[in-house]
């Protein structure tokens, strides 16, 4: 499987973990769950034995370029690309896709969100080998996650006729449901997660695209004949703010012909919010996760993170009696709210916004 | 009345306000409550027109003297004086007044703690005149608060016959007792809680304090000669840590013959604990105190103290959705408790030296 790339979409704001997440350092980079790595770090390092650093691409904003590379050390540096502006994801699975391209027309791509949570790491290989080979053909491949709630968060894919093994063909994309539609799809076994992954070859990504947003298709040939010049990055720079914002779902997936879902069960989750980042960590018996350092007294299903507490004479947190809360502790900010509120964290933002602290945000 | 001095008791190391107040800054230097003085700076600032600063001392421990120096700059730095070990009240009520009476042995002394908070000062000052009134005589006089529910917290006076005005004799003084009891204590009419304040002729108290501690009377008695000899400090320091460690109203007042009450009420409060401070602080519609800088949305009845938020571009602290919660952020620690167990910091503490964790303490 020498001609499998990766392309790592991390173009993330992740504004719903401020404060530890800011438009500087999005939610990618943060270490949530077990273990030191990032989310992208992980996400990068558990795909090595199908698809090793030196075949993934990463497009990210310019401003996280060097922080990328910092993090993602054995991936080559000019396979970094930084984008401009956001123009959400349909841009970039075209732009990461033609960098692909031009090393190896036969290249067949996996494109994966930079910062979902894979619990059972050899159950997700499993299922991307059977997606890489489902997308073998001419195809459009996407994952599809088993639902295990009625979640109103996600979009769905409704499943059509069984292609071979568990792959079946897509019938439709649904945007996120109401809750009773939602509980609907779930009671009917035939709605899958849209889990953001797809897997296609080179020449079937080009066709799509240039069936369903063809000025894509246009903007990928002046930035090969720029690349040949060595001059992508100016043009680039000059022109991709004006490619349309729209995502790949949206713009391409929804409208094409022949797409696969390969159905999977591998602890997914999208990492959402904080409520998310305490589901996901190590917990004591009292439901809490805090820095060891930590005083957690007579409490319950509490999240604590703070850099500053990790050694020993560093920051102490200190609670007491208190239950359900998520305490997130950083150099300039200090966050609380219950975990059932974890969405609210965007009110922060909106009145942080108001009143002009750019600095915090 | 310039025969009038004040000692201060500035003794309290200040658990109960952890992670604001520290072996190192006690309660007395923290700012609780309306403006920006702190309790020790109001409780100098509000017997102003009484007792002015060049006849105020103030008893601290030693490691305290330079920051209380710094704190009541219009104090004469000699009347700033550092016990070597805190050994209860009784020694401090013996050795402030010993160095009044070198100055003016007619002097009449208030003995007051430095961390109350005084709601109405016009109304102190008027029971403050009376009790200084009540003290020309040989009597020992303090002032009882008049109880506005039954609490468990405080000492109580009981009293005796009316004497003039609304002065009383004191029948005896209680211990803190159990809430049936301050139920019974309350109803009656006849208690009123110990405010720790203390009013007397210099020879009054001499005469007590040989009745009931006379081994303080011997101890002031060497104190004094050494003072001739300029070397107070040095005996002072050999032998102060070897005093009894008792109450001065265990040791005298509650022995003493004529004790008299001055009944008050003026919205006094020994700021006790956190509850007290948010009880006290000026807040919003929704009963928050939280710095201006603070983002506080949805949430009711919090309060949060943070030294690093009082500037535009400092620290944020973020509630959100929140009901009746205490939030506490220094440089090097974070506490969060519900109000109503503000008393629980003291099981912070016992954590905190049992991992020997004496840099936060």
């Avoid at 558990?46 to 075949?55: K, Q, S, T, Y």
């Amino acid at each position: 499987m020498s001609n499998v790339y990766a392309v790592i979409m991390a173009g993330g704001s992740g504004t719903r973990f401020w404060p530890r997440s800011r438009a500087a350092w999005p939610k990618q980079f943060l270490v949530i769950g077990h273990g030191d790595d990032s989310l992208l770090q992980r996400t990068v390092a558990r795909i090595e034995a199908l698809i090793p650093p030196e075949r993934v691409f990463v497009v990210t904003n310019e401003r996280h370029v060097e922080a990328t590379r910092k993090q993602l050390p054995r991936v080559p540096a000019d396979q970094i690309l930084g984008e401009p502006a956001g123009r959400n994801t349909a841009p970039c699975v075209a732009w990461g896709p033609a960098h692909v391209r031009r090393r190896d027309p036969d290249a067949i791509i996996a494109v994966l969100p930079a910062d979902p949570h894979i619990g059972d790491e050899a159950r997700y290989l499993d299922v991307l080998r059977a997606a890489i080979n489902a997308a073998s053909g001419d195809a459009l491949v996407t994952i599809g996650i088993t639902p295990d709630r009625p979640e109103t968060g996600y979009g769905y894919i409704e499943l059509g006729d069984a292609i071979s093994g568990t792959t079946r063909t897509a019938k439709r994309f649904v945007e996120k449901p109401d809750r009773a539609t939602a509980e609907s799809y779930v009671a009917s076994g035939r709605f899958l997660w849209n889990s953001g992954m797809f897997f296609f070859r080179v020449d079937a990504i080009n066709r799509a695209i240039a069936q369903h947003l063809p000025v894509l298709t246009d903007a990928m040939k002046r930035y090969d004949a720029a690349a040949t010049l060595g001059r992508e990055a100016e043009l680039v720079a000059q022109t991709y703010a004006s490619l349309p914002s729209i995502s790949f779902d949206h713009g391409v997936m929804e409208k094409a012909d022949k797409i696969l879902v390969v159905p999977g069960e591998f602890g997914w989750d999208d990492v959402g919010h904080w409520a998310s980042a305490w589901e996901l960590a190590d917990k004591d018996a009292r439901g809490n996760a805090a820095p060891e350092s930590s005083v957690v007294i007579d409490s319950d299903n509490c999240y604590v993170q703070s850099d500053l507490g990790k050694t020993a004479d560093g920051r102490i947190i200190a609670l007491v009696g208190v239950r359900d809360l998520i305490v997130v502790d950083t150099q300039d900010a200090l966050l609380v709210i219950p975990r059932e509120r974890a969405q609210d964290v965007r009110d922060v933002i909106a009145e942080l916004k108001r009143r002009k602290q750019d600095k915090h945000l």
